[in-house]
């Protein structure tokens, strides 16, 4: 083909795809026993034509498309700094990493010092704090809500308690107004795991804002079962300067310089400046300031995020809806189930529905799974369940590497009884029906 410009090209390249999508990848209408998964992708050809466009131009690091979603994203949420990374997982470590840097003084998180958390969730918020050298102070959750319980709070705090990271457990947020206030209390800092609550709300004081944004550092997650998707991919965001500097450095190597992607002497002093035992003059984008990792994102990856954040309040409130009609189908097995709530003073953005089976109620939790799977019905258990009853803890039993307060009566419930379905946007209500149908039969043939 002869085309007159490079633009040009690729629209004409675009439209192909655009094309493509609608005959290949678009899809049909729901018919009953298809497999429903717990959760996919929703897009169409924006997001396929968007990433051709980076693919074209060939820069395959984080460039423009980056800063792009970088800069929306952060307006969207309502804060000053975002940081885009190559997973959920890498943007808890960057969290934790970020609040052990020397700037902070005495609420510098050192190894031995004490992180408090959930005991009953995604590993990722722990392994973060482990791999930083510091203690997880377990507590329970509560039961429907499956977020921390906030009653052993003061029980858990010690000398050596720095910090409270929590996720916000399936788009239902914990008891921020409760654990800020505790944080607060204490001079501690506040991680919110936000990977599975993006758009969900909370009002402290009559103040409604964005869960990840009432803490000092909020993570999200764009890998495909979540809100929204990069492929993989993931976010850590701040108001405070110094943590977003820290959290850039350990994610770019540990880099001392700020230069954005593709640029150079951005702060007009790359050759002159003194650092360390380095000759003056060193070449500032080679100081490296901390030991840091490479946590970057791609540029199609980016490409592909930036069509997705536009999609996105529509995304929040489809699930709300799936999750509300599963809530108001399925209360008739109250006597079988306990069913999920939502927080007090918040608006969820829900990541899945939640069922435990009631003790007495003569249902075994593996039986309805496998009734749901045999009928094309994808489920998940939360998570870990009881976390420190998995292999992992074996060789730390008995040691000082982590402490439990109280019992761990809910989790080790959740670990025996619970388990959740989809209510991801793509799901059509007739796909809800279908659901609720074969739900009623896993109920009737126990």
Known sequence: MNWSSREEAKESIKKVIADYYTQFMKKGEYIPGERIQYASTVFDERELCSAADALLDFWLGAGKRASEFER???????????????????????????????????????????????ACGFPTTVTAIINCGAVPVFLDVTIPQYNLDVSRLEEAYTSRTKAVMIAHTLGNPFDLSA????????????????????????????????????????????????????????????????????????????????????????????????????????????????????????EIQAAIGCEQLKKLPDFIERR??????????????????????????????????????????????????????????????LFSGNYVRQPCFDGLRGSNLYRVVGNLDNSDCITDNTFWIGVYPGMSDSMLDYMVKIIFEAVQQA
């Open 72 to 118: 929306d994203f952060a307006k969207w949420l309502g804060v000053r700094f975002c940081s885009l990374v190559n997973s959920g997982s890498s943007a808890n470590l960057l969290a934790v990493k970020a609040l052990t840097i020397p700037e902070l003084g005495d609420r510098r998180i050192m190894p031995g010092d004490e992180v408090i958390t959930a």
């Open 179 to 298: 654990i800020k206030s505790f944080c607060d209390k204490h001079n501690l800092w506040l991680i919110e795991d936000n990977c599975d609550a993006l758009g969900a709300e909370y009002t402290i004081g009559g103040i409604t804002k964005y869960t990840g944004t009432w803490g000092d550092i909020g993570t999200s997650s764009f890998y495909p079962p979540h809100h929204i998707t990069m492929g993989e991919g993931g976010c850590v965001y701040t108001n405070n300067p110094i943590l977003h500097n820290a959290i850039v450095s350990f994610r770019d190597w540990g880099r001392d310089c700020v230069c954005p992607p593709g640029h150079d002497n951005f702060c007009g002093h790359r050759f002159d400046g003194q650092h360390g035992e380095l000759p003056v003059g060193y070449d500032h984008k080679y100081v490296f300031s901390r030991f840091g990792f490479n946590l970057k994102i791609t």
């Open 320 to 381: 709300r809806h799936n999750w509300k009609y599963l809530r108001s189908a399925l209360s008739p097995l109250e006597s079988k189930f306990i069913m999920p709530e939502p927080a007090e003073n918040s608006t969820p953005s829900w990541f899945g529905f939640l069922l435990t089976v009631r003790e007495g109620s003569g249902l075994n939790r593996n039986k309805i799974v496998q009734y749901l799977e045999q009928n094309n019905i994808q489920t998940r258990l």
